[in-house]
């Protein structure tokens, strides 16, 4: 089975900076889409940003030159690096892996069959 676990989160002040990472076992990355969404009681699940599996990447517009989005295909590690983090950006972050022939767009949440733990970013 495909797990995804996750580490990074923490409380920081606005303007710092983050590193989440996403160990993923039983996948192929060359047929996996994976994504960082987010979640708060007043937003829902929000997509943060995709990793699709051509290499091709998309960020929501509120994070946009703050955040970056990579795969480590060696470690089989999903990274978010997040500098000048912004009280807005508090949330439980979770990373995601789906089929590139799943179901939907991959900038949409049904398309990703398998998701982390969560960890928490919190932002004052």
């Known amino acids: 089975d495909v797990q995804l676990v996750e580490s990074g989160g923490g409380s920081v002040q606005a303007g710092g900076s983050l590193r989440l990472s996403c160990t993923a076992s039983?996948?192929?990355?060359?047929?996996?889409?994976m994504a960082w969404y987010r979640q708060t009681p007043g937003n829902g699940c929000e997509m943060v940003s995709v990793?699709?599996?051509?290499?091709?990447?998309r960020y929501v517009d509120s994070v946009k030159g703050r955040f970056t989005i990579s795969l480590d295909n060696a470690k089989n590690v999903l990274i978010l690096q997040m500098h000048n983090l912004q009280v807005q950006d508090t949330a439980m972050y979770y990373c995601?892996?789906?089929?590139?022939?799943?179901?939907?767009?991959?900038?949409?949440?049904?398309?990703?069959?398998?998701w982390g733990q969560g960890t928490q970013v919190t932002v004052s």
């Open positions: 039983g996948l192929n990355f060359d047929e996996t889409d």
């Open positions: 990793f699709d599996s051509d290499g091709g990447t």
């Open positions: 995601a892996a789906g089929s590139r022939a799943g179901l939907g767009s991959s900038l949409s949440a049904p398309h990703y069959a398998a």
